[in-house]
Nanobody, 126 residues
Framework: QVQLVESGGGLVQAGGSLRLSCGASGRTFSYDTMGWFRQAPGKEREFVAGISRSGGTTSHADSVKGRFTISRDNAKNTVYLQMNSLKPEDTAVYYC???????????????????WGQGTQVTVSS
């Protein structure tokens, strides 16, 4: 059984910070691209950040660039999303996902990711 479980979401004031974690089990994800996506009510699930299997290459959506940072610890089979300077428009359910392809640059299409967590709610108040 392959499982990804997100944690660390919550309610924060605008300008605050949160650190999301995604723990994996049932399979090693050290060869996979890992990504974070988010989905707000009434909107499509969108790419937030991705990281290559070694952690050497990252990609961040323009909307979060300079504020969010993705990282991973392959020894712990865990990926993180550090979120700083949060804005109300960051409010969404955040999902961790894995892309088993050997891409050098993390892919941004949600359809390329085949393993998904259940999501964790992030709410940013004004």
């Amino acid at each position: 059984q392959v499982q990804l479980v997100e944690s660390g979401g919550g309610l924060v004031q605008a300008g605050g910070s949160l650190r999301l974690s995604c723990g994996a089990s049932g399979r090693t994800f050290s060869y996979d691209t890992m990504g974070w996506f988010r989905q707000a009510p009434g909107k499509e699930r969108e790419f937030v950040a991705g990281i290559s299997r070694s952690g050497g290459t990252t990609s961040h959506a323009d909307s979060v660039k300079g504020r969010f940072t993705i990282s991973r610890d392959n020894a712990k089979n865990t990926v993180y999303l550090q979120m700083n300077s949060l804005k109300p428009e960051d409010t969404a359910v955040y999902y961790c996902a894995a892309d088993p392809s050997a891409s050098y640059y993390p892919r941004q299409n949600r359809n390329d990711y085949v393993y998904w967590g259940q999501g964790t709610q992030v709410t940013v108040s004004s």
